[in-house]
């Protein structure tokens, strides 16, 4: 059996982005999956209006990007929204007008809804089509509240234990590899540790454990998007973190729209390869794009990864 190959994105926007030279370099990798982690249009880049017909212009550019349709065309691919799709910047789905929420997802059904999704009417999803790995795909926006509250909500009390039970291993067949992947980084931006109770579950979730998948064993990588940089890094856990954001985007720190200019284009995106002993993590971006993360290989029995 060949390697099997995932590719992982998020942040396109292709209202002030029509030219989108990642998804060629992506179609040319054969990839046998792609996830994309939210952000796939934009309704605004700043501000806290709800711009409906500017979330489906920039839905509508999307698609005309020739080399994006073929590549949704011809691979597998799996998608969740984060907050740009969702509404305005930092959207938190749980305190938005519910018809305003109604409204952008019909949106994400209608334009997203080749994704593949076994769980609907849910955004979260499992797919288990590839062998080795299993793919749970969570939805950080729709029951998100402020950070600040007490008792803040990222993914929520049903989405939690869709999760748990996905990965029990007297519910479900567990295959060697889980990869658990989201619109928010674990630790930067709009991130995961900002909901301290909900990011200690997750952790111990996602913790390495030795031994056989099958019974107790957990090799995780959590993916992520919106930092509009790619990330590596390793959780005191034992599982890692990969972030792929701004696939045809703009750089972090770009501030208002006057700075939507050439050199400050983002081009990235992530490859995770499997074989039977490895996992490599590669990480691609444009020529302008200052410290990308190495490359990594991941051995399967220790878990343990190294620069490759
Ligand atoms: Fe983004």
């Given at each position: ?206 913790a390495f454990r030795e031994g056989d998948a099958a019974d ?93």
């Amino acid at each position: 059996m060949g390697a099997t190959k995932i590719a992982f994105v998020s942040c396109a926007y292709a209202t002030y982005r029509r030219d989108q030279p990642a998804w060629a370099q992506i179609l040319e990798a054969q990839p046998d999956l792609l996830l994309m982690l939210g952000d796939n249009a934009y309704m605004s880049w700043d501000g806290t209006d709800w711009l409906f017909d500017k979330l489906e212009d920039c839905y509508v550019d999307q698609f005309k990007v020739p080399t994006f349709r073929r590549l949704i065309d011809s691979v597998p691919t799996l998608a969740v929204w984060d907050d740009h799709d969702c509404g305005p910047n930092d959207t938190y789905g749980a305190e938005a007008p519910p018809d305003y929420l109604a409204t952008t997802r019909e949106k994400f059904d209608r334009w997203m809804g080749f994704a593949r999704n076994n769980n609907r009417p849910h955004m979260y999803c499992s797919y288990r089509d590839i062998p080795n790995v299993q793919v749970l795909m969570l939805d950080g926006r729709t029951y998100r509240t402020r950070p600040d509250k007490w008792k803040p909500v990222l993914f929520g009390q049903a989405q939690e234990q869709w999760l748990a039970e996905q990965l029990d291993p007297t519910l479900y067949r567990q295959p060697a590899i889980t990869i658990v992947a989201t619109g928010s980084a674990f630790s930067e931006g709009d991130s995961v540790s900002k909901y301290p109770a909900e990011a200690k579950r997750l952790r111990e979730l996602l913790a390495f454990r030795e031994g056989d998948a099958a019974d107790s064993g957990r090799r995780a990588l959590f993916l992520g998007g919106d930092i509009h940089r790619n990330h590596f890094f390793t959780h005191p856990e034992g599982f890692h973190e990969l972030i792929s954001s701004g696939v045809a985007c703009f750089k972090p720190r770009t501030y208002v729209e006057s700075e939507f200019v050439e050199s400050r284009y983002s081009d990235n995106w992530g490859l995770i390869t499997l074989d039977e002993s490895q996992v490599r993590v590669e990480f691609f971006a444009n020529a302008h794009t200052q410290g990308n993360p190495k490359a990594q290989v991941i051995d399967i029995a220790t878990w343990k990864a190294t620069p490759a």
